[in-house]
Structures are given as C-alpha cells and as structure tokens.
C-alpha cells in the first residue's frame, strides 16, 4: 500500500513541479526521474531573498532496488561570493531492497556554482555538490542509518534545457546490514527547466 501510494505522489508531484524543473538520468543499471518546484516560480512567496524547494526522486536500478525522496530546503547566495548558492534542508527516504524496506529522514546539504558568462557565447555552465546523512535517531524501523553523496555538472545548450552529468554514493544501512552499498555510479542525463 505504502508503495503505491509513494509512486502515485511521486508521478502526481513530477506533473505539477513542470513549472520549475524535471530531469531523468540514466546509466547501464539505473533510471531516475527527478523534480524541483522552486519558490522563484510562485509570486506569493517572494517576500524575502531566501527561495525555498521541494524536489522529489525516484531511482529505479535493474538489481531490484528503489528509492524514493521527498524533500524541502532553503537556498541563498554566499555573500560575497558571486554565483555560489547553499541549499540546507532534510528529506524523507523510502527505498526497497528486495523484500527489505528502509525508511530515513537525513539532513541535506547542497552547494552550487554558476559559472560567470564567458566570452564567445559559451552556454551556462554550472557546478553542484549534494550530501545527505541521517544517524540511526533520523533512521525508522530496521533502518540504521543513510548517507548519500551527488557531485554533477550541468551545461544549458537550449534555453531551458540542460544535460547534465554526475556520480552518487548511496548507502541505506539495515540492522544486520549496516552499510549496504545501494548505489555507487556514474551518470548522464536531461532536465527541463522552467
């Protein structure tokens, strides 16, 4: 029940997060599918510089493994540095590994830097780090703990249309597995922005 009513949020949230962003990434194993609604995109709230985000995931891997996320998170720029934003938030974890399944609410952190324009009409360009931990208190069930770690770059060759590539570290512990390797790869994939 759990499962269904996770990829029907899921799917629900991927259509009306259009208005700020979808992507899906790819590899030999590995299909996700992602979406950002970002607080820049609803004039109710831009009130302060602070821009608040939802975003949601679903990673599928051929092994019979899943993983959904649903997660919130405040953005702003670095003073002082320019085109470097930091994101902090936490974010809700569900994954499936065979017949186990692992519940977590890890604290996020994320940083990202846009490249200043470049001569010659170089498209944007920009650099991104993401980490994810929750210690067995922030872990539920037979969950004992989660930690994921997301380095990508992105390139807009389209306006509104960026590929992207990256590599994740996944790790969802269990009670008798306490550090099971979900997922360790490399990347490529397209997002859509709006």
């Known amino acids: ?103 977590a609410l890890p604290l996020m952190a994320k940083i990202r830097y846009s490249f200043p324009p470049l001569m010659y009409n170089i498209p944007p360009v920009g650099v991104e780090a993401k980490a994810l931990y929750a210690p067995g208190a922030l872990a539920f069930g037979d969950s004992e703990k989660y930690s994921e770690l997301r380095i990508s770059a992105d390139i807009e060759m389209i306006e509104n249309v960026k590929i992207y590539t990256g590599y994740r570290n996944i790790h969802t512990g269990y009670k008798g597995d306490e550090d099971h390797l979900f997922d360790n790869s490399f990347y490529g994939g397209l997002k859509i922005t709006y």
């Open 1 to 103: 029940m759990f499962k269904k009513i996770a990829f029907t949020t899921f799917f629900t949230s991927a259509l009306l997060l259009a208005q700020s962003g979808v992507g899906v990434n790819i590899n030999e194993n590995d299909l996700e599918v992602e979406g950002v609604l970002d607080s820049r995109n609803l004039a109710a709230l831009q009130t302060s510089s602070t821009i608040y985000q939802a975003d949601f995931n679903f990673l599928n891997n051929n092994n019979d493994k899943k993983l959904f996320g649903a997660g919130l998170g405040a953005t702003n720029k670095l003073e002082g540095v320019e085109g470097v934003e930091l994101t902090f938030g936490a974010k809700f974890m569900w994954s499936e590994v065979g017949n186990d399944d692992f519940t």
